[in-house]
């Protein structure tokens, strides 16, 4: 990669995607990176982003990995449905025949539930990976285009509505392709748009390498609002304070761009502090893993099942050295679907629970952790629930 010289800094030779400055500087190298990635940080407006921009990542086989090269299982746009489709709801008429883009189908849940609330609607779908457009291919007044939304002409003013669920992040140059969803809506038309958020950075419990491979762009709410802005869309809906995981806007098409300079030094200096905290965070909490797992050997006699097999479980079992023998079972519904095993043990959905009748069940899930909790206590009322979370506070302070 080419470097040269920007406000005495060395920087690379790529311009920033927001603001268009060549102000990139290396701020950070993530772990286990199977495409070289590194993160920059832009010294004028604060972007985080990872270069090079590699469009299109060699198809590996499904890594349920709490590395860098986590990826190609793609179930959790799922968990995001439900979501859009109310949010869309409450500014089109479900009812008329409008036409709506859909970015990144991934397996069809919004198509399937978005076609099933608006009878007379009609979707494009775009979805680059064969793999899953087979989900969307045949479905009613559905028109399928394989292939990345970045190599797509689509017509001016065609679509009443844009869904891009979890896909921004991915692309080459999302500001240039926000302006192409901008161009081809109609005059008033809404963009209902998701992403991940940098916000989880900042996570005391955080194990996980959260800079994965597959993304190129790492917004706050702060740097995609001005990138939605730039592109000549209003904000009707801001993302969810509470929602560290992810970005939520409804926008509306507007008529003119605001005048964007892109300077914004503070965010400059928000995002190295946030990134000086995910590291120091990280390197303590992945210590803390091996406290993690003499806490559930101890218990191992009573029985431990684990409810999630993910990332967490991956951290857990890669850093802290869990041996997976001493767990009774190890459920996740989810990834269950696309795996057999992890780390030679084997899944199992949260019907075997009743059966293996464990003394503890460890939920290892940040964002749906209540959620399971209560779903254990109603499968196997007498077993005792210990939250991700509770177990790593605990070997925090072991540790300190
Ligand atoms: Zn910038």
Redesign the pocket.
């Known amino acids: 990669m080419v470097t040269r010289t920007f406000w005495g800094h060395s920087v690379s030779d790529d311009v ?1 995607d ?2 268009q ?1 060549p ?1 990139l500087e290396p701020i950070y190298k993530p772990e286990r990176s199977t495409r070289g990635l590194t993160v920059h940080l ?1 010294g ?2 604060g ?1 985080l982003q990872s270069l090079p921009r590699i469009d299109r990542a060699t198809r590996a086989p499904a890594a349920v990995s709490g590395g860098a090269d986590w990826g190609n299982v793609r179930y959790g746009k799922g968990f995001r449905t439900q979501i859009a489709v109310d949010a869309l709801n409450r500014y089109t008429d479900f009812g008329s025949d409008f036409t709506l883009l859909d970015v990144g189908s991934n397996r069809g849940s919004f198509a399937r539930s978005f076609l099933h609330r608006a009878p007379n609607a009609h979707l494009v779908a775009v979805e680059p990976d064969e793999r899953v457009a087979a989900s969307v291919a045949g479905m009613p007044r559905t028109q399928l285009i394989q292939e990345r939304i970045e190599n797509v002409a689509l017509e001016t003013r065609r679509f009443d509505a844009i869904h891009s669920c979890h896909t921004i992040e991915h692309l080459i140059h999302p500001a240039h392709t926000l302006a192409d969803h901008h161009r081809a809506l109609r005059d008033g038309g809404i963009l209902v748009l998701d992403a991940p958020n940098t916000a989880l950075l900042a996570s005391d419990d955080i194990v996980e390498e959260w800079f994965i491979d597959k993304h190129l762009y790492h917004f706050s709410e702060r740097t995609l609002t001005r990138m939605i802005e730039a592109a000549g869309f209003t904000i009707l809906e801001r993302p969810d304070p509470k929602d560290k995981s992810n970005l939520f806007f409804a926008c509306k098409k507007n008529g003119h761009k605001p005048v964007n300079g ?1 300077l914004d030094l503070l965010e400059v200096e928000y995002a190295q502090d946030l990134i000086a905290a995910y590291s120091a965070n990280r390197a303590r909490n992945l210590m803390a893993l091996t406290s993690v797992a003499s806490e559930l050997l101890r218990l191992a006699p009573r029985r431990v099942a684990v409810w999630g097999a993910g990332r967490l479980f991956d951290s857990l079992v890669t850093y802290g050295k869990l041996p997976t023998g001493a767990l009774t079972l190890l459920i996740d519904k989810h990834l269950k679907a696309h795996v057999t095993e992890r780390h030679g043990f084997a899944l199992t959905g949260p019907e075997s629970l009743a059966e293996a009748n464990p003394g503890v069940v460890v939920v290892m899930s940040r964002d749906f952790a209540s959620e399971i909790a209560a779903e254990v206590n109603r499968l196997t009322p007498g077993a005792e629930v210990i939250l991700y979370s509770d177990l790593m506070s605990r070997a925090r302070r072991i540790a300190a």
Do not use: E, F
């Open positions: 920033c927001l603001c400055r102000a832009c004028v407006c972007l892109g």
